[in-house]
């Protein structure tokens, strides 16, 4: 160990090994999917193994081949269909999360919570070519007794269901309500050990709510003789949280969890980044093109539809939920098509990015998250900022949106006062979810 490392308390190669072996995964399915007759067999191997024989059929296997054959191209228009669904069920969140769109209140859309019926419906419309649902986006998806059900509808019909969550929410039975929804995987953030070191970043976290849930979670997992939900705890790694890697192990020990791991955050103060090279801000997520357009279907809970999940703003929405009735046409409609040319045009010889199909503006324009392919040249150590603030010019309010502290702070009935109307009817759910024990289900 170096004296970098004595003094960081932890190895930093070892700490990024499943970085690379995700990379190197992702890596090798591509390539054997170019094998002809062996290839699609060896894919279709792999992928049974990480999803299960439920999830993938012949179908699926071909569809998954085709997007990664599609993107790898540079495909405008493409003859797959995305095979990860975005279902953000509630865009409201109980805590206030520094750097979050959510909790500093920048979502530029109404607050809204998807019903089950409508989830239901979307789940129908694109189950025959999604491997990876995921019931969240900008939101907390306990806040609503929906959950369980839409992601057991989801299970029922071919889909590897994945949740993120705080899990700073009291909800009566919730270890036996994750269970039976037959959830595949939950990733529960937890960025300190210690609850003032946590609280840094999510403002308004309770560490008892999460490690009472997870104990109660892994007895309940027990209790029924399930193997599922898969339980991951996860550190966003800061300047402040950093003296908490070396102790994730035995912290996972402890609380019978699956795995602790260690994850890359999004920064925007040079304070916040760590001194681990590991560690360093997140930069970016692709390069060549946008995986977005090629694998991800996104839907906000506005019914909305975004081109990626990293976009804040309806303005730069391409459909609709309703459109969805006819998948692979929606999926290569003028603004879709647009958005592969803008990428596409980087990498073609004396073809200007700018030359765009399109005579409207692209979010993609704005974009610094695809590394050759950026808007803007200078971006110096911190992340990058959501290309819908970057396309406003806008910048992210580290502050506490002052008109829904009431709602997010109360500790007793001042939590419930009246606010604004687009919050309406949202309110008690979050309340209930802070400070008080009933079922939210």
């Not at 071909?62 to 995305?82: G, L, M, T, Y």
């Amino acid at each position: 160990m170096s004296l970098r490392e004595a003094r960081l308390g932890y190895r930093e190669h070892v700490v990024s090994v499943p970085h690379l072996y995700a990379a190197a995964r992702k890596f090798a399915l591509q390539r054997a999917s170019r094998v002809p007759g062996l290839g699609p067999r060896l894919v279709e191997v792999a992928l049974k193994r990480r999803y299960g024989s439920h999830v993938i059929t012949p179908l699926k296997v071909r569809n998954f081949i085709q997007a990664h054959h599609d993107e790898e191209s540079k495909a405008v228009v493409v003859d797959s269909a995305p095979y990860h669904l975005n279902l953000d069920l509630y865009n409201v969140c109980n805590l206030r999360c520094r750097f979050c769109p959510t909790g500093t209140d920048q979502l530029d859309r109404e607050r809204k919570r998807f019903t089950a019926a409508k989830a239901k419906q979307v789940i129908d419309a694109v189950k025959d070519y999604v491997i990876v649902f995921s019931p969240f986006q900008w939101g907390e998806p306990l806040l609503i007794p929906e959950t369980y059900e839409v992601i057991r509808y989801a299970h029922d019909a071919g889909m590897y269901t994945s949740m993120h969550s705080n899990f700073s929410v009291k909800v009566k039975d919730l270890g036996r309500k994750l269970v039976e929804s037959r959830l595949d995987t939950l990733l529960v953030s937890v960025d300190g050990l210690e609850q003032g070191v946590h609280e840094t970043y999510r403002r308004n976290v309770n560490n008892d709510f999460i490690f009472a849930n997870v104990r109660e979670l892994v007895a309940a997992r027990k209790k029924l003789g399930s193997k599922t939900p898969r339980i991951e705890l996860a550190l966003l790694v800061f300047r402040h949280n950093e003296h908490d890697v070396p102790l994730l192990e035995q912290k996972r020990k402890e609380l019978g969890v699956d795995a602790f791991v260690t994850r890359k955050a999004v920064i925007y103060e040079e304070s916040w980044i760590p001194e681990g090279k590991a560690f360093q801000p997140l930069t970016e997520l692709f390069t060549g093109t946008c995986s977005f357009l090629y694998q991800d279907l996104n839907i906000e809970a506005d019914g909305g539809v975004s081109p990626c999940c990293i976009n804040t703003s309806r303005r730069w929405d391409v459909g609709r939920v309703e459109d969805l009735t006819d998948l692979k046409a929606f999926w290569n409609n003028p603004k879709h098509q647009a958005m592969r040319a803008y990428f596409a045009g980087f990498h073609r010889e004396g073809q200007a990015a700018e030359a765009s199909p399109s005579d409207q503006p692209l979010l993609c324009h704005s974009c610094d998250w695809v590394s050759d392919c950026r808007a803007h040249a200078d971006l110096g150590k911190l992340s990058p900022l959501p290309p819908s603030f970057a396309a406003e010019s806008m910048t992210l309010n580290h502050g506490i949106a002052p008109k829904l502290l009431p709602v997010l702070q109360g500790n007793d009935s001042a939590g419930c006062v009246k606010i604004e109307r687009s919050l309406a009817g949202l309110k008690c759910d979050v309340c209930r979810a802070l400070d008080r024990p009933q079922d939210l289900g």
